[in-house]
């Protein structure tokens, strides 16, 4: 079966060092591929690279970025267009900055619909509806009136969800989904993602330095370490008996940093 996404992927900043170097990776149809790493070893510069959304202007992007038998890398910006949030969804880490304070939520919705579809709204409203639903929001017109600045912000993260969703993409990029969430939030939202792509059928590309996160949601791991896959396998493999040296220092990190403060370092598998 060929991988719904296929990755061989270099990237550059002007005057800097390969920030990401010869990344190889595929993503099966209906897969939940994870990428954990510190802070800096270049998480971020792959989700948007994959979406084509880094600055030519001070990025260099070489390799091949295959999705569905087409290279994105080759694709002009109009053609990118067409993917980049109709067959490629994207939730960014910051959920309150990803949404305009100065727009209400229907207004919002309404844009990200408008952006793909030539169908009038009035079939975009039963979707965004349908889809806040699923996201286990209540949508009735009030909250769709509301303001970004009147919505918690695990209630922004989910309306970030929707509009990633609304076209019902093959393949969604959830960039630190979590980091800005209490614990509880954390746990709805690593459930919702759950449903997204077992109801959805929807593939994930989910990057977080969270290892109990990772470890809980994904059918199988990268390790980044400095621009460079440094390990994959599944959650077990790699957190039960890691083969790379840098893998088995992220666990003790992650496992130092716990000790004594009455958290349970049990959660990694």
């Known amino acids: 079966m060929q991988p719904l996404l296929s990755v061989d992927l270099c990237v550059s900043y002007a005057g800097k060092a390969n920030v990401l170097r010869n990344l190889h990776f595929t993503i099966n149809s209906g897969e939940i591929l994870g990428f954990a790493g510190q802070s800096g070893c270049g998480k ?10 880094l ?36 939730a960014l880490q910051a959920a309150a900055s990803a949404l ?4 209400r939520i229907e207004t919002q919705l309404k844009e990200a619909w408008r952006a793909h579809e030539k169908s009038p709204w009035s079939a975009g409203r039963l979707r965004a509806v349908e889809t806040l639903a ?4 209540v949508c009735d017109s009030a909250f769709l009136r509301r303001y970004p600045g009147q919505i918690s912000i695990g ?10 969703m609304m076209h019902r993409p093959s393949l969604l990029i959830a960039d630190e989904p979590t980091s800005a969430l209490d614990l509880i939030s ?5 459930k919702l993602l759950k449903r ?28 980044l370490h400095n621009g460079a896959i440094a390990e994959t396998g599944t959650p077990a493999e790699l957190f039960r008996k890691p083969a790379d040296g840098f893998t088995q220092s992220l666990i003790n990190a992650y496992q130092a940093l716990h000790t004594g403060t009455g958290m349970h370092t049990s959660v990694l598998p």
Do not use: K, W
């Open 44 to 53: 971020s510069t792959l989700a948007f690279a994959l979406m084509r959304l």
């Open 55 to 90: 600055s030519t202007r001070t990025a260099s992007i070489q390799g091949c970025v295959e999705f569905r038998g087409q290279d994105l890398l080759r694709l002009s910006e109009r053609q990118m267009r067409g993917i980049r949030g109709r067959e490629i969804g994207m």
């Open 100 to 103: 305009n304070p100065y727009l």
């Open 134 to 137: 699923a996201m286990g929001l």
């Open 155 to 164: 209630q922004a993260q989910r309306i970030v969800l929707a509009m990633a």
């Open 186 to 190: 954390q746990v709805e939202l690593l």
């Open 196 to 223: 997204i792509n077992r109801d959805f059928g929807t593939a994930i590309l989910y990057i977080s330095h969270d290892l109990p996160t990772v470890a809980s949601i994904c059918d199988r791991v990268c390790i």
